[in-house]
Every structure is written in C-alpha cells, then in structure tokens.
C-alpha cells in the first residue's frame, strides 16, 4: 500500500485547508484511514479517522472545525481544515490500516500564520 498526502501549506489563521491522502496498492474492502498530526516539541497525536463503512472518529477537541471524508472511486480521504489556529501548525501524516496492517505516509506540513 502506498500513501500520497498533498494539501498543506501556509494559511492564516481563521483560514481553511483541505488536505489528501491518495492510497494505491492491494486494499481489501475493510480498512480505516486517517490522519495524525506533530507539531514541534509534541508528541504525534490522532487527528480523524473514517472506516471504509463511513464511519468517522474526531479528536475531541477539533470536532466542529475538521472534517474527515473519503471518495472511494478516488482512493482517496480528505481533511478539511477550518477555521485553523496557530496550534494547528504541525506536519500532517496520513496512516491507513487493515487486517491488522498499518501504513504511514509521508507528512505534509501546515503552517497557520497568526
């Protein structure tokens, strides 16, 4: 499996980004995919996740301004961003797992200018 994240960069705060993560290779047709985030100085923390039933999970405290989606014709997931704050600023890794299988992907850095 191989992961593709594309969608970040420098946005003001107040501002919106939407992120993607495009997967290619061998995927069965249950699976979860996802996002983490680390910022400098932090440890890596779980942003969203959404199984391939649709069902999506939220860090408590970005419920409201994050949005996590999938086009399954696509292979591909989305983060939608808003509202972002300086304390979003970190780089973004899009993971996926199945059958007990789990797959990182290269990070994509967010940058929020206050």
């Known amino acids: 499996v191989q992961l593709q994240a594309s969608g970040g960069g420098l946005v003001q705060a107040g501002g919106s980004l939407r992120l993607s993560c495009a997967v290619s290779g061998s995927i069965s047709s249950i699976n979860t995919i996802g996002w983490s985030r680390q910022a400098p100085g932090k440890q890596r923390e779980l942003v969203a996740t959404i199984t391939s039933g649709g069902l999506p999970t939220y860090r408590d405290s970005l419920k409201g301004r994050f949005a996590i989606s999938t086009d399954a014709a696509k292979k591909t997931a989305y983060l939608q961003m808003n509202d972002l704050k300086a304390e979003d600023t970190a780089v973004y890794y899009c993971?996926?797992?199945?059958?007990?299988?789990?797959?990182w992907g290269a990070g994509t850095q967010v940058t929020v200018s206050s």
């Open positions: 993971l996926f797992s199945q059958s007990g299988y789990e797959k």
